[in-house]
Structures are given as C-alpha cells and as structure tokens.
C-alpha cells in the first residue's frame, strides 16, 4: 500500500492533469494526493467575488445551526482586493438575514471605502445589518424577486436602566440609518418611516421592500441579477482604467 | 454587542438539534476550507471560502470531498502564485 502509495505520488506531476482524467473515487488516496495540484486551466480572474450569507457574524460566535459569514473572514479579503493590483472590481452578493451591528457595519465601511469598483447584489434577501451592506457599494443591485427587511435595533437580556438602555439603542440605530442615507438615495423620513411602520411584519414593526420597491425608494440602484451586476462592475472597471495618477500636491497653506 | 437581524433570538441561540459535528478551519493556499474531521487523519470538505470565484471550480476543494491530513510535504496546496 505505501509503496502504491509513493509510485503514484510521484508520478502524478507528470501526468497531465486535464479535465479528461477519470475522476478519482471518493474517498480515496488520490483525491487526497490531488489536492493542490490544478486541475483547470488558471483562467486568472481580474473581479473578485465576496458572498455574504446567512447571519453576518461579529463579535460572539453563533450556535453552530447558523450558518454564518464571519467578519475575520471578510475584511482580510476586502483588505487584500484593495490593495492587489490584480484586482479590478469586487462584487458582494448578499444572501443574509442580519446579525451583528458593529461587523455588519464594519464591512459596509470597507466596501463603501474602497478605492476599486465595487458593485453589490442582493438575491434572495438582504435584511436589517445586510442593508447598509447592500448599500456600500458603488453601485447596487436587488434581484426582482429579492425582499430587504427594514426593521428598528432590538435588544434582548437584562435592561437595567430604560432611559439609558433606550438611549444607546437609539445611537446604534442612528449609525445605521445615517449610514443608509449617506450610501443610497432614499431620504432619511422615507427610511425612518419604512423602519417604524406597523402592520406589515407579523413579530415586528417594520417593512419588507420588495425588489422593485427598494429601487423606488431610492434605497437600491437598479433591478437586475449575475449578468447585469457583472457588466456593470466590468463598465466602471473599464472607466476607472487607467488609474488616477495621484494629483500634484499642493503646497498646504497654514 | 446587538444583534440586528429578522431571525428571532430563540431560534438564533436555541441548542443545537443532534450531535453536532465539530468543523474546523484550515487554510490551503489562498483559501480557506471548512472540513469535519472523520479520524485524526482524514476529513470531509464542508465549505469552500475564497473571494476568487474560480476556486469554485476546481475539483479539489469541492464539498465532499475528502483529504488527509499529511506533514508538510513536497505536495504543494498553494494556488499558482503568478
């Protein structure tokens, strides 16, 4: 077995690794030997893709029946695509139901700051934290059959002072809404009113914006999915080049 | 730290139904894959996280599959650098 083992270890750089060779039974030692080794031709692509699915994890690790995107994750990718000359455009596609103000909002500011193109789409759902990421982007997209779901902050535990308890949620609500109204078109009563409006959520008060809605209110660009978002991306990819030469400096004057 | 999301805070927080399967987080290259350890040699592909879409595409880090884990040898997991 190990001498199998080796032969056909060491036979494997010279043998074509093509698309045509039989595909190893699962499970088996030559899938494990395989890994690493490039089976596809490296078609090396200039847009990178971030999916954002599930709760929008941050500072407290989720029961593992969630399924999460975890900011360690996305902020090292979003740092590397900034400042990989490689890189072109980046697009986000957000599938999430929410989760942790402070990672949600960390991600928006690094998608809305980054330097490259950068385009978002929502397909399925992008709601409460995933709405200022839905925003961030340069450009947005919301697939037609996609719903956002604006919704006041929560606070679940121990309260132990209202006034104050009320106060803090209501600043943890202001970086949101400010953050929405600075990165989207909508004004700031029409988001406030979709956010406090009852009636329309069975365990909430709130409003669920269907895709064509949130490109009426402004809060998302246009309607479209993969194809569109792609060539938007690809068209400000495309007026962005040749990058800006840094400008003279001018002398600062005191 | 508030949580903002349209999932109710019991069904986030509710235990776990059944044995839950550890996963574990290993870096090979340029991604990162989650994998469920089967014996401490061997593990099964959960989850593939990469920003570059065509990872997705190779064989190799497909779900399912499954890898050995091996001492650093001359099988290189990095992607082509270039």
Redesign the interface.
């Known amino acids: 077995m190990n001498q199998q083992h080796w032969t056909r270890d060491g036979e494997l750089p010279a043998a074509p690794a093509g698309p045509e060779a039989a595909p190893p039974a699962p499970g088996s030692l030559q899938a494990l030997e395989r890994v690493g080794q490039t089976q596809l031709p490296d078609a090396d692509t200039d847009l990178y893709c971030i999916t954002i699915i599930g709760q929008i994890e941050g500072h407290l690790v989720l029961p593992p029946q969630n399924k999460t995107t975890k900011y360690e994750h996305i902020i090292p990718q979003l740092v590397a695509a900034e400042q990989n000359d490689k890189i072109k455009g980046v697009l986000v596609v957000l599938n999430t139901v929410g989760g942790d103000v402070e990672a949600g909002l960390a991600i928006a500011e690094m998608i809305a700051t980054m330097t490259k193109p950068t385009v978002t789409l929502v397909l399925g759902g992008g709601h409460s934290i995933g709405v200022p990421v839905a925003v961030a982007g340069r450009y947005s997209f919301i697939a037609e059959s996609a719903t956002m779901t604006i919704h006041p902050i929560r606070l679940t535990g121990m309260v132990i002072g209202a006034p104050a308890s009320w106060e803090y949620l209501e600043r943890m609500q202001e970086r949101v809404v400010r953050f929405v109204v600075d990165h989207s078109k909508i004004s700031e009563a029409q988001f406030r009113e979709l956010m406090m409006k009852t009636g329309e959520l069975a365990r909430d008060i709130g409003t669920t914006v269907m895709g064509k809605d949130a490109v009426r209110y402004g809060l998302i660009d246009d309607i479209g999915g993969i194809g569109k978002a792609l060539a938007k991306l690809r068209e400000l990819v495309d007026a962005s080049a040749p990058p800006p030469q840094t400008p003279p400096q001018k002398p600062v004057i005191q | 730290?508030?949580?903002?999301?349209?999932?109710?805070?019991d069904q986030?927080?509710?235990?776990?139904?059944g044995p839950?399967s550890p996963?574990m987080e290993i870096a090979?290259?340029t991604v990162?894959l989650l994998v469920q350890p089967l014996d401490p040699r061997?593990a099964r592909i959960v989850r593939l996280?990469s920003?570059?879409?065509?990872d997705f595409?190779?064989?190799?880090f497909q779900p399912?599959?499954?890898?050995?884990f091996r001492v650093f040898s001359h099988?290189?997991?990095?992607?082509?650098q270039a």
């Open positions: 730290m508030i949580l903002y999301t349209i999932v109710p805070p986030l927080w509710a235990a776990p139904v839950s996963v090979a290259g990162r061997r996280i920003p570059n879409p065509n595409l190779r064989p190799q399912g599959r499954i890898l050995e099988v290189s997991l990095s992607s082509p």
